[in-house]
């Protein structure tokens, strides 16, 4: 279940920072499902808790959750000479609420090449813990390959990918090897591959240290909430409950 440390609530909604919240809680009368408590630290359920702050009901600040289809071409920096970023395509939102757009952050990242699935939030717990490596959110990219896999190299393939591969350094990345990781052959040059990691370029060097190369990269699904197919490329739209619900499951 999504929690959050009673302090990172307090200062999201504005009664204290974050310096002063242990004495903002020893001072006040903060009640948790009709508790009082005095541990700054204290996990709650944002959604779930009650939080009371000098018996007045707390309404928690409502966050932002999207999806993007994240078209090629853009980067998923905040600023770039060179090239467009995602945010360019949140103008609307930026147009409706400035404040909020300021906020708004990718959850993990996509590669200039890459289209698919790209969540953004003003939650920074939320994107914690996704991006959260003990989490074991998986990432499933649907990819194509220059060069054809027959059906005996396909399962050496598998094997290696399960087993975990071992990729050398690449100009911004250092070596390492990878989790085991499930690919399934669609056909000779395209499969589906899910990855626990996020590492820089990981699906490109991954193909790479099987002498291939990624021709075509898109995100499909991050745990078990699917790309909605229904998106045009460039295009987001808020995620439900149920979507919310789906990523933090896992
Ligand atoms: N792996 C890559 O190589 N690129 C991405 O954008 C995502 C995963």
Avoid at 97 to 106: C, D, V
């Amino acid at each position: 279940m999504f929690t959050q440390l009673l302090d990172n609530f307090l200062v999201q909604n504005k009664f204290c920072s974050k310096r002063s919240a242990k004495n903002f809680v020893l001072k006040n009368k903060v009640c948790v499902n009709g508790t009082i408590e005095k541990n700054y630290k204290a996990n709650i359920n944002p959604e779930h808790d009650e939080i009371f702050v000098n018996e007045k009901k707390v309404e928690n600040q409502k966050h932002i959750y999207l999806m993007m289809n994240k078209p090629i071409g853009y980067v998923c920096s905040t600023v770039s000479d060179r090239s467009k970023t995602v945010y360019e395509l949140l103008e609307n939102l930026k147009n409706e609420n400035q404040n909020e757009f300021e906020k708004l952050h990718t959850i993990g990242r996509l590669d200039k090449d890459t289209e698919g699935l790209l969540l953004f939030t003003t939650d920074g717990n939320f994107s914690n813990f996704i991006t959260r490596k003990e989490n074991q959110i998986k990432k499933t990219y649907y990819v194509e390959l220059e060069n054809s896999v027959d059906k005996k190299n396909q399962l050496l393939y598998k094997e290696k990918f399960a087993k975990g591969i071992f990729l050398p350094d690449e100009k911004k990345a250092k070596s390492f090897t990878t989790l085991p990781a499930k690919l399934n052959w669609i056909s000779e040059n395209s499969c589906n591959l899910t990855i626990e990691e996020g590492k820089f370029h990981q699906v490109r060097r991954m193909f790479l240290a099987m002498n291939n190369k990624v021709s075509f990269l898109k995100r499909v699904a991050i745990g078990k909430l699917n790309l909605d197919e229904s998106l045009q490329k460039g295009n987001y739209r808020k995620l439900t409950d149920e979507e919310k619900k789906l990523l933090i499951q896992e």
